[in-house]
């Protein structure tokens, strides 16, 4: 089956800087790439997604990059603020008809003020 | 839309008792899954059904945990008898079968905190 992993588990910034978060996978037929973020005491929530028909995609100051040669894809977040503190987490999927996700084990940002 | 919708969202119980978690996932989706989340094995995919029908069950820990979705808005997780190390939250997740190859957004419950004493 599929495997995630994810990288840091930990990873402390000073606002305002950047925040990089690498997930790797093991399946190549995987196509769908989501990333949520769970705030402390509540459910994961989508932040951004990728297909594998693009190797990019940026909605504010968040970003996905996929690599699907080296079987590889990561998040960015640029300008980061406090309220970015939270686990992130990245998973995998072989699409539609295969609609269950593989979760990394998630990466706990902390944004210092 | 509400979203998707758990109850109860906390349940402590005494080891050996039955536990029963409910769950309602967005009208219109035809994939609902079961996730438990601790902090030492992060997401566990439990069970997932597709238009009501359990599809995969192998991540169900043991016997002790059943799950039915005996119509398309209404799921349950129970175990019976529960033990202090089921302890975790456990959410309730549904999506939509897209047309083409890609999955669609997974769309997470606020979950329920079980604490087995």
């Known amino acids: 089956g599929e495997n995630v992993e994810q990288h840091p588990s930990t990873l402390s910034v000073q606002e305002g800087d950047s925040a990089v978060i690498k997930c790797t996978y093991s399946?190549?037929?995987?196509?769908?790439f989501p990333w949520y973020k769970q705030e402390l005491g509540k459910r994961p929530q989508l932040i951004i997604d990728?297909?594998?028909?693009?190797g990019e995609k940026k909605d504010q100051r968040i970003a996905v990059t996929l690599n699907k040669t080296a079987k590889h894809f990561s998040l960015h977040i640029t300008e980061t603020q406090p309220e970015d503190s939270a686990v992130y987490f990245c998973?995998?999927?072989?699409?539609?008809?295969?609609?269950?996700?593989?979760f990394g084990k998630g990466t706990m940002l902390l944004v210092s003020p | 839309d509400a979203g998707v919708i758990q109850s109860p969202r906390h349940e402590v119980t005494e080891m050996g008792q039955e536990v029963t978690l409910r769950c309602k996932p967005i009208?219109?989706?035809?994939?609902l899954f079961w996730y438990r989340q601790t902090m030492m094995r992060g997401l566990e995919l439990l069970i997932y059904f597709n238009n009501n029908v359990p599809i995969d069950d192998s991540g169900m820990p043991e016997d002790r945990f059943s799950a039915k979705m005996p119509n398309a808005s209404f799921s349950t997780l129970k175990i019976q008898p529960s033990e202090p190390r089921d302890s975790a939250v456990y959410f309730c997740a549904s999506t939509n079968q897209l047309a083409g190859a890609f999955a669609d957004t997974q769309y997470f419950g606020p979950g329920t905190r079980l604490t087995v004493l």
């Open positions: 399946d190549s037929a995987s196509n769908y």
């Open positions: 998973a995998a999927s072989r699409g539609s008809g295969y609609s269950t996700l593989t």
């Open positions: 990728i297909r594998s028909n693009v």
């Open positions: 009208s219109g989706h035809d994939y």
